[in-house]
T-cell receptor, first 111, second 116 residues
Framework: GESVGLHLPTLSVQEGDNSIINCAYS??????FIWYKQESGKGPQFIID?????DKRQGQRVTVLLNKTVKHLSLQIAATQPGDSAVYFC??????????FGQGTELSVKP | EAGVAQSPRYKIIEKRQSVAFWCNPI?????LYWYQQILGQGPKLLIQ????????DSQLPKDRFSAERLKGVDSTLKIQPAKLEDSAVYLC??????????????FGEGSRLTVL
């Protein structure tokens, strides 16, 4: 038989626009969060991380926001480019270091 | 710097057959992980090694899956016998950190398994 995967949430943006990808995490005890980018046929690639004692962290063209009150994480990508098209996963660590990945969001950038 | 190496990239087998995947982590990385990624889902941790010791194998289906990292460097993941639901990409990752500081994980490109 053929396995059927879940349908990923998708976000479609115009090239040059800003993108915001959201993630709800599950455990209020999680103390470290990472965003990964996964292109087709490749493994996840680290983008940016944030610890629970921070609410914002900026990288090159990317910003991660953490709202612990509502257990929400977001990834903002400025001036989105076609090369940003991929599936984006948030991941949380429980105390002890085990990473738990979310479902993922597929970002599509229209030229 | 060489990344995480995995082989084979693709494998097709029939149910009840066995398969093995190999991973060579980044040199010097003490921690090695095997993840299972089913189509459309995020990776799920199967097993985590710290050097050659198992840190977490709570989600490894031990009746059919086994993994080893005998010399604390490369690792193999075996499935015997395979089931249809084992069709997935098996990702290996490594990191410098110890079990309480996950740090940045570096992933290989994965081994895609199809069970018919």
């Amino acid at each position: 038989g053929e396995s059927v995967g879940l349908h990923l949430p998708t976000l479609s943006v115009q090239e040059g626009d800003n993108s915001i990808i959201n993630c709800a995490y599950s455990n209020s005890a999680s103390d470290y969060f990472i965003w990964y980018k996964q292109e087709s046929g490749k493994g996840p690639q680290f983008i940016i991380d944030i610890r629970s004692n921070m609410d914002k962290r900026q990288g090159q063209r990317v910003t991660v926001l953490l709202n612990k009150t509502v257990k929400h994480l977001s990834l903002q990508i400025a001036a989105t480019q076609p090369g940003d098209s991929a599936v984006y996963f948030c991941a949380e660590t429980l105390q002890g270091g085990k990473l738990i990945f979310g479902q993922g969001t597929e970002l599509s950038v229209k030229p | 710097e060489a990344g995480v190496a995995q082989s084979p990239r693709y494998k097709i087998i029939e149910k009840r057959q066995s398969v093995a995947f190999w991973c060579n982590p980044i040199s010097g990385h003490a921690t090695l992980y095997w993840y299972q990624q089913i189509l459309g889902q995020g990776p799920k941790l199967l097993i985590q090694f710290q050097n050659n010791g198992v840190v977490d194998d709570s989600q490894l289906p031990k009746d059919r899956f086994s993994a080893e990292r005998l010399k604390g460097v490369d690792s193999t993941l075996k499935i015997q016998p395979a089931k249809l639901e084992d069709s997935a990409v098996y990702l290996c990752a490594s990191s410098q950190g110890d079990r309480r500081n996950t740090g940045e994980l570096f992933f290989g490109e994965g081994s895609r398994l199809t069970v018919l």
